[in-house]
């Protein structure tokens, strides 16, 4: 994959990411503070579930971003594109749907079963 398309796909990924996020964030701030204001809320539960799914959806955005981040790094030394498993070519068609792909397919799929 040429360097400038895959600075646009990372770019574009990013912006995607963190806004997400901003709006997870926000959302459970405002869950927080639901649960913890005085106000005409009379079972916390709903406010309370709707936090943790938040957060862990907020974790998983994090994680997501991290996982740009290093390859941002990788396109940065002139590695990016390459499984950080074995070295071989990850296809283009891999990495316009998941640009922060780290592994093939195929050494994906080993990972995801064992």
């Known amino acids: 994959m040429e360097e400038a398309r895959a600075r646009?796909?990372?770019s574009a990924e990013?912006?995607?990411l963190e806004t997400l996020l901003r709006e997870t964030t926000r959302a459970g701030d405002e869950d927080r503070e639901a649960v913890s204001?005085?106000?005409d809320i009379a079972d916390p539960a709903q406010?309370?579930?709707d936090q943790e799914g938040?957060?862990?959806v907020a974790d998983s955005?994090?994680?997501r971003l991290a996982a740009v981040a290093r390859a941002e790094a990788r396109l940065a030394a002139g590695t990016y594109g390459r499984s950080l498993r074995s070295n071989e070519p990850i296809p283009d068609e891999r990495l316009e749907a998941d640009p922060a792909a780290e592994l093939t397919v195929?050494?994906?799929a080993r990972s995801a079963s064992q």
């Open 54 to 56: 938040e957060d862990a």
């Open 47 to 49: 406010p309370l579930t």
């Open 61 to 63: 955005l994090r994680d």
């Open 14 to 16: 990013r912006d995607r």
């Open 106 to 108: 195929e050494e994906e």
């Open 37 to 39: 204001g005085v106000g």
């Open 8 to 10: 646009q796909l990372l």
